[in-house]
């Protein structure tokens, strides 16, 4: 009996080093892997806590644009690369560049206004003729986003962070546009679950 006892203590410990064992190369497993994007990208509550803005992915702005505008995935995938890559760089909302497409082109690329106005944003090439080297340029989505975009960023700046002005010198003081930029961007910004304004600004 003794002996049965001393051979089941023996059992245990030997369970015990194995478990112990285990886990230290697990450890050590978990310590050689390379940082992850899960693990480097904070939680929705730190983000909101912290103040940090809260950027829609390329798929959500697929979705929305698929689902409310019936623009084609591969367009919808392109204009989402360009529009988060232009709101980075000129530090603007993803939703105002959005709004300004919607009401300006209905997100149609190769949308051609009576003026001339052309592509996503409807940039006038006679109105800034040094900002690309050929017209056929603007039907590029890419091309025409950053375009567009550094305007507005440019006329922001020159307006001093209003946005009503800087809308109404890119509309080229079109009745009631800021307004309907706006109503897109209360859509943009409920479906896309982001509220992040490019400066400070007079939109309703």
Known sequence: MQEQQLDLAKVRWKYALVRLALMAA??????????THAQAEPAPEASQASGAPLLPSPADIVATLRAQFRVSA??????????????NRYSMSPALLLSVMAVESGFDPRAVSTLGARGLMQVLPAAHPRAFSNVKELDDPAINVHIGSSILRGYLDASGGDIDAALWRYSGGGKGYARRVALHMQRFNAVLRTSVQPVSGTLP
């Open 26 to 35: 697990s450890l050590a497993l978990c310590s050689a892997l390379p940082f």
């Open 74 to 87: 591969t367009d919808a995938l392109v204009i989402a690369r360009a529009v988060l890559a232009e709101a």
